[in-house]
């Protein structure tokens, strides 16, 4: 949601996923029109807190039926990949478990 966007921004978390979930329940079922227009407004919102959308992950996903969750799913053949673009390189995948294995454990004083 906003407010956990917005404290996480304020706490101090740097990376960012945000998985798009209940695809299943879009009209119709696991829609790309749904997602990109998600995609649009939580980007949208992001940046105004201060976070790159380019850095951020977005994945459709269906906790219910575990789609995309650990292996990209056959109902969304439209979503090709995600990609997070950072100054150490460019990340990709297909899955929300890839997107958390791409996530760059954070630099210690």
């Known amino acids: 949601t906003r407010e956990h966007a917005l404290l996480a921004f304020t706490l101090g978390v740097k990376q960012l996923i945000v998985g798009v979930n209940k695809m299943d329940s879009t009209e119709p079922p696991y829609s790309e029109n749904r997602f990109l227009e998600i995609k649009r407004e939580v980007s949208s919102y992001i940046k105004k807190i201060g976070y790159n959308p380019a850095a951020v992950a977005f994945v459709p996903i269906s906790g219910w039926h575990g789609d ?3 292996e990209p799913s056959t109902k969304m053949p439209w979503f090709k990949e995600w ?3 950072r100054k150490e390189g460019k990340e990709v995948g297909k899955c ?14």
Do not use: G, Y
């Open 68 to 70: 995309n969750m650990l």
């Open 83 to 85: 990609t997070i673009e």
């Open 96 to 109: 929300l478990i890839e997107a958390l294995d791409a996530i760059a454990p954070p630099s210690r004083p």
